[in-house]
């Protein structure tokens, strides 16, 4: 089993920027996707931005492409995202989890625990 610990969340005014982080630890780090999962109140759970380990391939949903940005260091077990010109609409708990075989199309694996990213206008 993988454990993720995500760190970097918190508020900030509209137009700003956070950086989030997620390290993976575990005996076996197996998974093909990584990335970053939200769920704001009163709406469905959306995949943010993820990327694959193995090949580096990305997704991100639309309403973030140009503002955020997705990375990865292997050596470190750890993803990061980049968050700029944040608007209200992304507040949310950002999770970070892992699927063994696809990039944001599900989360099939692990979840850590979520940081709360709060944007105000």
């Known amino acids: 089993q993988v454990q993720l610990v995500e760190s970097g969340g918190g508020s900030v005014q509209s137009g700003g920027s956070l950086r989030l982080s997620c390290i993976a630890s575990g005996p076996r780090l197996d998974y093909y996707g990584i990335g970053w999962f939200r769920q704001a109140p009163g709406k469905e759970r959306e995949g943010v931005a993820c990327?694959?380990?193995?090949?580096?391939?990305?997704y991100y949903v639309d309403s973030v492409k140009g503002r955020f940005t997705i990375s990865s260091d292997n050596a470190k077990n750890t993803i990061y995202l980049q968050m700029n010109r944040l608007e209200s609409e992304d507040t949310a708990v950002y999770y970070c989890?892992?699927?063994?075989?696809?990039?944001?199309?599900?989360?099939?694996?692990?979840w850590g625990q979520g940081t709360q990213v709060t944007v105000s206008s």
């Open positions: 989890a892992t699927d063994p075989s696809s990039v944001c199309a599900t989360a099939r694996g692990s």
């Open positions: 990327i694959s380990v193995r090949d580096g391939s990305t």
